[in-house]
């Protein structure tokens, strides 16, 4: 079972809507949180990382949020673009990096 | 723009040929990886570097080797490659700070598909 579990596997939604993607990890001890974002035939590209004290962190459109103690964290996108249609991947940082399957989202006008 | 450059984009090969993945970053990183990706799936780190003349297997069992003569350079061979080579290869580089706290900096892969 992987250590990163991320939810949904893929998502549709309409241009203009918000979504939110999830992420449950059991990788201990922590360090840090990182999402990245993969566009179709691209390397992953960082969005923002999350440390042990950070609750909320926001990049643009982009929020993270991090529950420590619950293990879970989460992206919300606000006002969904065309191009935010990606692979989101989420990794935690321990003695190693555990890296999450991903969630595909799909951005339609 | 990345700087981080994997070529070749695309590699079909038959079963049984030596190939080389090359992977070349200008950002003077000391840490460099290289993952596979599947569809669907996490990346798994077959190899990693902590710079010259370092060389670490990752994770993922692998019949690929790896080299680091030079910072920049951190090429990936398979000595025979086999159909269930066939995947996607990532090449990345970090700033060796300990912890993780440095972000990872991904080229845009190599297709290889093994016939």
């Known amino acids: 079972k992987n250590q990163v579990e991320q939810s949904p596997q893929s998502l549709i939604i309409l241009e203009g809507k918000n979504c939110t993607l999830q992420?449950?990890?059991?990788?201990?001890?922590?360090?840090?949180l990182r999402w990245y974002k993969q566009d179709t035939g691209r390397g992953p590209v960082s969005l923002t990382i999350?440390?042990?004290?950070?609750n909320t962190k926001s990049n643009g459109r982009y929020t993270a949020t991090l529950d420590a103690d619950t293990k879970q964290s989460s992206l919300h996108i606000t006002a969904s673009q065309l191009s935010d249609s990606a692979s989101y991947i989420c990794?935690?940082?321990?003695?190693?990096?555990?890296f999450g399957a991903g969630t595909r989202l799909t951005v339609k006008p | 723009e990345a700087d981080i450059y994997q070529t070749p984009r695309y590699l079909v090969i038959g079963t049984g040929k030596k190939i080389t993945l090359e992977c070349s970053q200008t950002?003077?990183?000391?840490?460099m990886y290289w993952y596979q990706q599947d569809p669907g799936m996490e990346l798994h780190l077959i190899h990693y570097?902590?710079?010259?003349?370092?060389?670490e297997k990752g994770d993922l069992s692998s019949e690929s080797t790896v080299s680091r003569i030079r910072t920049e350079h951190f090429p990936l061979t398979l000595e025979s490659a086999r159909p269930s080579h066939t995947s996607q290869y990532l090449c990345?580089?970090?700033?060796?700070?300990?912890?993780?706290?440095?972000?990872?900096?991904f080229g845009n892969g190599t297709r290889l598909t093994v016939t």
């Open positions: 990345a580089s970090s700033e060796w700070v300990g912890s993780y706290n440095s972000p990872l900096h």
């Open positions: 992420c449950n990890y059991t990788v201990s001890p922590f360090s840090n």
């Open positions: 999350m440390t042990f004290s950070e």
């Open positions: 990794v935690v940082s321990a003695c190693d990096m555990r």
């Open positions: 950002m003077g990183h000391d840490k």
């Open positions: 570097s902590y710079g010259v003349n370092s060389t």
